[in-house]
């Protein structure tokens, strides 16, 4: 069964901090793995995709990673913005998910001053 | 830049009543999708909808239909409302390319009392 699973569930951080957060996961064939931010009372917004082993992906702050059980989500030197829940998704290339994105509970990111 | 747009942003229902969620996408996308998120779960598609006239159930139908009314459009019905279906109902689309990363809209906060 393809599953995601993230980790920790919450961070807090101090301002400046740098940490990461995990995504495992197990797919039918990895067709791509996405990133999400989603703000309080706001729809997720799309970060980054990743396709396979080994690629990296940056923005501002966050650097992703990817090997073939698990992804990771850098950010370097936090700010109080940063603040958000980060939801990680796969999308299998074969079975009964197939193309559909499967996402994980999120991790809750809250960096303090 | 409307992107996915939602409507209404709550609504509160007694068990039994029904109503439609409405979903419209200025983006000429053809795929359209509906997720329900639960505290403590992730996003879970209930339909989806590859191209204008076709649609198909997700992990989660049952209690559900939907109708693509048009290119832009897609709306989610519930014929019965069950307090089981409190949740925020999020739609989304995406561009072409099987891997095109999702767009999502602000959601719908029901309460179904």
New interface residues.
Partial sequence: EDQVTQSPEALRLQEGESSSLNCSYTVSGLRGLFWYRQDPGKGPEFLFTLYSAGEEKEKERLKATLTKKESFLHITAPKPEDSATYLCAVQARYGGSQGNLIFGKGTKLSVKP | NAG?TQTPKFQVLKTGQSMTLQCAQDMNHNSMYWYRQDP??????IY?SASEGTTDK??VPNGYNVSRLNKREFSLRLESAAPSQTSVY?C?SSGPG??S???????TRLTVT
Avoid: I, K, Q, S
């Fill in positions: 996915v403590g779960m992730g996003l879970r598609l989806y997700g992990e999020f989304a099987g891997n990363p999702l767009h999502f809209g602000n959601g």
